[in-house]
């Protein structure tokens, strides 16, 4: 059985690997294990995209004629290697017209850190943030995908880590992906 994620706020009687149901409880949900909880990467597709912190553009995007927004989620357990693999897997997705990736057409990519792809709202009406990783080790790992797009060639924009950020795009499509490793 996998090992259970410690969780205090939903479920903590399945922090015991022996009490952890194999199938839906009563209640309709499965333990959510430490497995479960991946990297996220929301992509949008777009045919402009740009970030602002404190009336100052921090980046923007004017793809010709399309490119990708990417809200990063980071948890607990990601690490290089799971950082590696989306950041591949982001520019070589085939989501842009004619089934073509941002590597086949130079497609710009502005990347915003996300950690609320990372709300737990299974109790109650304020959401849980739990899941997602402190900013010691998120902001290192968000700059490491940033980087690692482009070691493989893209031109990446980005947003500023932890800041009140207004993002603006024109999503085309609308074309939205989730992708988790």
Request: charge should be negative.
């Amino acid at each position: 059985m996998n090992e259970q994620c410690h969780r205090t706020d939903i479920h903590s009687e399945w922090s015991d690997p022996a009490t952890a149901p194999t199938t839906a409880s009563r209640c309709g949900r499965t333990p959510v294990t430490c497995e479960d909880r991946t990297m996220r990467v929301l992509l949008q597709r777009v045919t402009s995209a740009r970030v602002t912190v404190d009336d100052e553009v921090t980046g923007r995007i004017e793809p010709n004629p399309q490119g990708l927004v990417a809200l990063v989620g980071i948890t607990h357990t990601d690490d290089l290697t799971t950082v590696k693999a989306l950041a591949d897997k982001t520019w070589r997705l085939r989501i842009l017209d004619g089934e073509r990736s941002a590597a086949d057409l130079n497609a710009p990519i502005l990347v915003v850190s996300q950690f609320t792809l990372y709300a737990d709202t299974a109790k109650g009406r304020r959401p849980s943030w739990n899941s997602a990783a402190p900013r010691p080790h998120a902001e290192p790992l968000v700059d490491a995908f940033v980087d690692e797009l482009r070691a493989l060639g893209a031109t990446v924009a980005t947003g500023r880590f932890g800041a009140d950020m207004r993002v603006e795009l024109t999503n085309d499509g609308p074309v939205t992906v989730m992708l988790e490793i």
